[in-house]
């Protein structure tokens, strides 16, 4: 390839004046004009007084392992810039890898993690949930957006939604990967909501809330004893057209 021809041949010049093996990764060209990549080995073959009369070369293949490779080394980008923390787990269910992500939302770092089992972040009180997972993964059905709680390492609970996925090759789980989004603050502006919902339900006041382009999207039990309309009948219509203003 003329990206490999240059450092190829100083390579081989090099290996030539000092009689040194030659080894190196480059792409050649198939007959049907493919390149594809290859490592090319050289040795020298001495006579008995320690002269080269001959070098043996071989070159062999590796295409489809570089692929592979860069494949891997781009999956291996995205999951350690991603802002969700992915975990995989081998087939007796260790902790193979473990993103920056996954130290930021656990605490704990790579180093520990690795090796560990999932009790290391599963609190205690949430095991049945875990034995039901690992069922389903056994049947390899992978898990969507379960909303659960997981522990830090400091002993603080984190409400999490997981996705977890079991990973096969030739139809056989040789593994299991993990994605977990902190969903703390949405869980808490949710029963914020639902607090403040319970309390305006409690006045005698008609509260209703509503916007132009969806409506009416709260309607109390003050405003269904008003104006004589349910939250089911008002939800969604407009102001001005339900109450004639």
């Known amino acids: 390839h003329p990206e490999d021809r240059e450092r190829a041949l100083s390579k081989w010049d090099q290996a030539v004046a000092q009689g040194d093996g ?37 070159s062999l293949d590796i295409h489809d392992r570089k692929s592979w490779e860069q494949s891997l080394a781009h999956l291996a980008a995205i999951v350690t810039s991603s802002q969700d923390a992915v975990i995989s787990f081998s087939r007796d269910l260790k902790i193979v890898t473990w993103n920056r992500a996954a130290e930021k939302l656990f605490g704990w770092s790579a180093h520990e993690a690795l ?34 709680v997981r522990r830090r390492k400091d002993g603080s609970r984190i409400d999490v939604s997981l996705t977890i996925s079991p990973i096969k090759v030739d139809q056989e789980v040789i593994g299991v990967s993990v994605t977990a989004r902190d969903i703390t603050e949405r869980k808490r502006i949710e029963q914020q909501r639902e607090q403040q919902s319970r309390l305006l339900d409690l006045s005698l006041d008609a509260i209703s809330v509503w916007s132009v382009a969806h409506g009416i999207e709260y309607w109390n039990e003050g405003a269904e004893k008003l104006y004589g309309y349910s939250a089911e009948e008002a939800t969604g219509r407009s102001m001005q057209d339900l109450l004639k203003t």
């Open 22 to 58: 030659y080894e190196m990764e480059l792409r050649c060209r198939r007959h049907d004009g493919e390149y594809r990549w290859f490592i090319a080995k050289a040795l020298p073959v001495r006579d008995a007084n320690g002269l080269i009369t001959d070098w043996f070369g071989t």
């Open 115 to 148: 090796g560990q089992t999932a009790s290391i972040y599963v609190p205690p009180e949430r095991s049945a949930e875990s034995a039901q997972i690992s069922e389903s993964l056994q049947r390899g059905d992978a898990i969507d957006q379960l909303e659960t």
